[in-house]
């Protein structure tokens, strides 16, 4: 009770989150980020089951997500063809900002356009005053382990069988985003 009651609390008093549109260059490409809509969400599936071969997410969890309008964003990256080819979504909880899911089309990967798009959703938690932003990555996955590294964030534990379908475990990682902490966490301060 208590729990669904800090949830509305935290709805009333958060705007709608919103995304500008921007061009962005990666590799060289002209790539736009721009806020998803419920028709990016069929190229959102494919690339899902492009990368991860079999998704628990499904038409219905992207559209209830995208409805969540003061809590959830998602932003897609579209090329100049007109192609989305990744997508990022962050959950927005009081001062934490949670990567819920990121995946970039297999013939994308490895040219910066994951980190680009998480650059694009770390600078959407700053403004929105978060101090931490949180996700879970497969502890197999060490190219996004080593991708989330380079941009700050930090080992946590591991959760046991967290993905259902595979029974793999997920290496949980942090970022501090307050500059204060991100110093005394880095042994600066």
Known sequence: M???????????NTAELAFSARTVTVATEQI???QMT??????????????????????????SELQKV???LYVVAVNMAGRVVGFVGTSFRGAEAHITNLAVASDYQHHGLGKTLLEAMIGVARAHNDTRM???????NT??????RSL??????IKRNYYASTHQDALDMRLELSPARAEMENGKA
């Not at 208590?2 to 009333?12: A, E, G, H, M, T």
């Not at 419920?38 to 559209?63: H, K, N, Q, S």
Request: proline residues 2%; charged residues 30%.
């Open 32 to 34: 736009i980020l721009r």
């Open 134 to 140: 949180t996700l879970e990555v497969r502890t197999d």
């Open 70 to 72: 003061r809590s959830r």
């Open 143 to 148: 190219n996004a382990q080593q991708l989330y």
């Open 152 to 157: 700050g964030f930090r080992d946590g534990h």
């Open 38 to 63: 419920a028709a990016d969400i069929g190229a959102a599936l494919d690339i899902e089951r492009d990368v991860y071969g079999d998704t628990p997410w499904d038409r219905f969890v992207f559209l």
């Open 2 to 12: 208590w729990k669904r009651f800090r949830v509305w609390i935290d709805q009333l």
